[in-house]
């Protein structure tokens, strides 16, 4: 479908980037509903009306948006039955992600909260840190990982391009090690080097372990007490005994046991003053008896580079208390300091793209009965995420009167939202109109269903 040229746009606009722009988001379009198969038309159509509703208290409410051409049953009926082709997508969402700066993904794991839905399978136990349950900090539901490329520049966009639903109790570790392999494979060869980085909650070591043989690097946040260990001493001539497995102690905790760092790095940043990073090479930690080593002989040796960041102070008003942080990485080759730091920094933007996909595209409003359809769901909302970013370029302001004026690359996702309703005349859609249907004759007289089976949460088996 070819794009409009007639646009009406603000003064001073280069007319080749805004075409450009919504060729790149209409050729995303035409690929997403490649993505579909089985009830496409719904499922796109469904895609549309999340990107202009102004307010989803519950899904069938889709239904009422002019963009949603169909009746509201066909809402549930779309993602029960419908079908999405989530390897087509993710090798789409790759495709159309930023293909400017540093290969840097962010990685984390965010929870769908069904607490009360008996009849709703797979589900598990998970933290949360705003509900509680039994007075823990635990919901029951379906936890998803996420991976979204990050920018280094300051603002709240990521590009959401890979969803994985966990399945309760199997290795974190493992899981995400296997997610950002088959990643690796769709991203194809890339330099500089894929730097994946992830909060406290990973184990580094095991990702470290697990990723070996691919090439990427990781960037893991560690406690501020961890113990590390230098290569032992070379073995004088004549030594009996059995060869040392490890050398001085390293404990983060201790300035005292710190050796003279491999490489250090000094800047100045607007928001946290004076930035002195320092990072010590070929460190490795003692497994034995420990983690997936526990019943191990031999645990192995993993090195890798910690790196310390100080920073003067930390944004917003003075006076808040500034921590170390501690960082663990491990790939080929040396890191990159200036990288490394402003990396994790970045980091949480991906807490601000959940915030964003729950609260405004309303990633766990809909009450879906099976983890299927919550997968459905789940890139369908990608899709509409990706759309919101590449259209970026070509969106003007919408903002509210209270609000002030911001230029084109400062524009928040939900600022585009709200203008994503003037573009969907121009671009138009691929489904096709709903053809007329008679009333369903219902369910047949004198035949019952009997109640639905319960599936409990499962528990985490123990280790």
Known sequence: MAVMDSLTLTDGVDQSLITAGLQQLQDFRDGLYRCLGRRRDALFELVDALLVAEAVPSLPHLSLVPTHRRGW????????????????????????????????????????????????????????????SAGQPIVAGWCYSWIAQLNLDRDSWTAPIDVRRLVPGEDLGLATATQIRTLTGRLGPLEPMPLFVFDAGYDPIALTVDLADVPVAVLVRIRADRVFYTDPAARAPGQMGRPRRHGARFC?????????????????DDQYGRVAVTAWAGLHPKLAGR??????????????????????????????????????????????????WRAYIRRFDLE????????????TTPRVRTPQ??????WLVLAAYAQ??????????????????????????????RGFSQLLPRLGTPASPPKPCGRSPGRPKGTRRGPSPRHPAIHKTAA
């Open 73 to 132: 049953g066909s809402v549930y009926a779309a993602l029960a039955a419908g079908e999405v082709d989530t390897e087509r997508l993710a090798e789409l969402l790759v495709a159309h992600r930023d293909g400017d700066g540093a290969p840097v993904f962010a990685v984390d794991a965010s929870t769908w909260a069904r607490c009360d839905a008996e009849c709703s399978p797979g589900r598990g136990f998970y933290y949360s840190p705003t509900r509680h």
């Open 252 to 268: 983060c905790a201790d300035p005292a046991s710190w050796p003279t760092p491999q490489q250090t790095l000094q800047v100045d």
């Open 291 to 340: 983690g997936r080593w526990t019943d191990c002989p031999a645990p192995p040796i993993v090195a890798g580079t910690v790196i310390r960041v100080q920073v003067e102070h930390l944004p917003g008003p003075r006076g808040r208390a500034v921590k170390t942080l501690w960082l663990w990485w491990a790939g080929p080759g040396t890191p990159d300091l200036g990288l490394c």
């Open 352 to 363: 601000h793209t959940f915030r964003f996909c729950k609260q405004a595209l309303r990633w």
């Open 373 to 378: 359809q919550a997968d459905r769901w789940t």
């Open 388 to 417: 919101l970013r590449l259209a970026r370029p070509v969106t003007t302001d919408t903002r509210l009167p209270w609000e002030r004026r911001l230029p084109t690359s400062r524009l928040t996702p939900a600022r585009i939202r």
